[in-house]
């Protein structure tokens, strides 16, 4: 069972950045994809970022794209999300999630398509 913690988040004004980072309980961590979803008041989670095993392959939500940043070190078992130009729409409770697949297919933008998540850490942007 891999436990996965987030942390980095917090309050911050309208085009500032956060950096949130996700550690893995898990040596295996290093084997399957990394995601980060988020999830606003009222709506779904939805898929923020995606990362492969090997860090080669990632995935950016379009309303991220060119703000946001995902990388892993798998020495340190940890992902990352650097988020550049945040907005009042990114307000959200962000989780951390892993894969027992190494790659990004399939389904993978969809919740159900991941097999471990973390508690979440809310990132609130004021405008």
């Known amino acids: 069972q891999v436990q996965l913690v987030e942390s980095g988040g917090g309050l911050v004004q309208t085009g500032g950045s956060l950096r949130l980072s996700c550690a893995a309980s898990?040596?295996?961590?290093?084997?399957?994809?990394m995601g980060w979803f988020r999830q606003a008041p009222g709506k779904e989670r939805d898929i923020v970022a995606a990362i492969n095993w090997t860090g080669t392959t990632e995935y950016y939500a379009d309303s991220v794209k060119g703000r946001f940043t995902v990388s892993r070190d798998n020495v340190k078992n940890t992902v990352y999300l650097q988020m550049n130009n945040l907005k009042p729409g990114d307000t959200a409770v962000y989780y951390c999630?892993?894969?027992?697949?190494?790659?990004?297919?399939?389904?993978?933008?969809?919740?159900?398509?991941?097999?471990?998540w973390g508690q979440g850490t809310q990132v609130t942007v004021s405008s």
């Open positions: 999630a892993a894969s027992k697949s190494r790659f990004l297919s399939g389904t993978y933008y969809s919740a159900q398509w991941w097999s471990y």
């Open positions: 898990d040596s295996t961590f290093g084997s399957g994809a």
